[in-house]
């Protein structure tokens, strides 16, 4: 298996811009997670879905930010307008039976 | 919510050194993960936990379900230059629960090897 695939690596976007992030998750795991990690906050649980489905977005900072789940195969997290406090490396993880598996993660610069 | 306590924040140490690492929760788990973080990475799962007093290794890492289940250790082995990174522990993040869900992770612990 490929692991978590996320898109695009690397992102850098003006303040104001919407900013669209991808995964693809491991073929068979049903549960799909999104991190955000920074050097003063750590690691964060922004949401995670269940069987496509939004279990706990309690994580999620404001309503600048939404995150979907179309089909077991695709996730994606929005910032609609992004702002330089949202820079930030973004995680993708999906598991089964509890481990989780982590992408490579999206590295969003937002000037 | 869960706490997860992991110390030392921080190591350096030579290479070849032994390395130990533990991590407390304020509750009882039943599974514990213990992650490592490259530069520019994302955590990587090494060892998984499921049982107290479980003692498992993957190659030179060796981890530890403590008793209590409360508790989880892990160990490094004669250390090399690329064990250099973040180790997190990890888990359940609902009191009492399976880690089916959402995990509850450790603050992490930065090891930095001298060759």
């Known amino acids: 298996d490929a692991g978590v695939i996320q898109s695009p690596r690397h992102e850098v976007t003006e303040m104001g811009q919407e900013v669209t992030l991808r995964c693809k998750p491991i073929s068979g795991h049903d549960y799909l997670f999104w991190y955000r990690q920074t050097m003063m906050r750590g690691l964060e649980l922004l949401i995670y879905?269940?069987?496509?489905?939004?279990?706990?977005d309690s994580g999620m900072p404001e309503d600048r930010f939404s995150a979907k789940m179309p089909n077991a195969s695709f996730s994606t997290l929005k910032i609609q307008p992004s702002e330089p406090r949202d820079s930030a490396v973004y995680f993708c993880?999906?598991?089964?039976?509890?481990?989780?598996?982590f992408g490579p993660g999206t590295r969003l610069t937002v000037t | 919510g869960q706490q997860l306590n992991q110390s030392p924040q921080s190591m350096f140490i030579q290479e070849g050194e032994d390395v130990s690492m533990n991590c407390t929760s304020s509750?009882?788990?039943?599974?514990w993960l213990w992650y490592k973080q490259d530069p520019g990475e994302g955590p990587v799962l090494l060892i998984a936990l499921y049982k107290a007093g479980e003692l498992t290794s993957n190659g030179r890492l060796t981890a530890q379900f403590g008793i209590t289940r409360k508790d989880s250790f892990l160990n490094i082995s004669a250390s090399i230059p690329s064990d250099v990174g973040i180790y997190f522990c990890a888990g359940p993040g609902n009191a009492g629960g399976t880690s089916y869900g959402k995990l509850t992770f450790g603050q992490g612990t930065i090891l930095t090897v001298h060759p």
């Open positions: 509750s009882i788990f039943n599974t």
């Open positions: 879905f269940n069987n496509n489905v939004p279990i706990d």
């Open positions: 993880a999906s598991s089964w039976r509890g481990e989780q598996y």
